[in-house]
């Protein structure tokens, strides 16, 4: 069955780096573009990040861009977040996401000192 597995969130202090992981399994990888949603407590869930399926584009929400860096390993089926420069407003549950049906179980990152 379709599993997208995230991993790599934590507590990190302002200013700190956290990379997540999307590990996905029961379907063709290669063909989906992935993203990076997250949702912060009280609020809607917004996009974060995307990158196509061949991997040469990715696209950032203007409030990460510069700091966040999409990209993925289409050998080991794993997308990844590297995420700089954090922010206490960047807490929350990040998601990945495969093509438009499939959705990974999320991982929490707090910054916080």
């Known amino acids: 069955q379709v599993q997208l597995v995230e991993s790599g969130g934590g507590l990190v202090q302002p200013g700190g780096s956290l990379r997540l992981s999307c590990v996905a399994s029961?379907?063709?990888?290669?063909?989906?573009?992935m993203e990076w949603f997250r949702q912060a407590p009280g609020k809607e869930r917004e996009w974060v990040a995307r990158i196509i399926s061949g991997g040469s584009r990715a696209y950032y929400a203007g409030s990460v861009e510069g700091r966040f860096t999409i990209s993925r390993d289409n050998a080991k089926n794993t997308a990844y977040l590297q995420m700089n420069s954090l922010k206490s407003e960047d807490t929350a549950v990040y998601y990945c996401?495969?093509?438009?049906?499939?959705w990974g179980q999320g991982t929490q990152v707090t910054v916080s000192s």
């Open positions: 996401k495969a093509g438009m049906l499939y």
């Open positions: 029961g379907f063709d990888f290669l063909s989906y573009t």
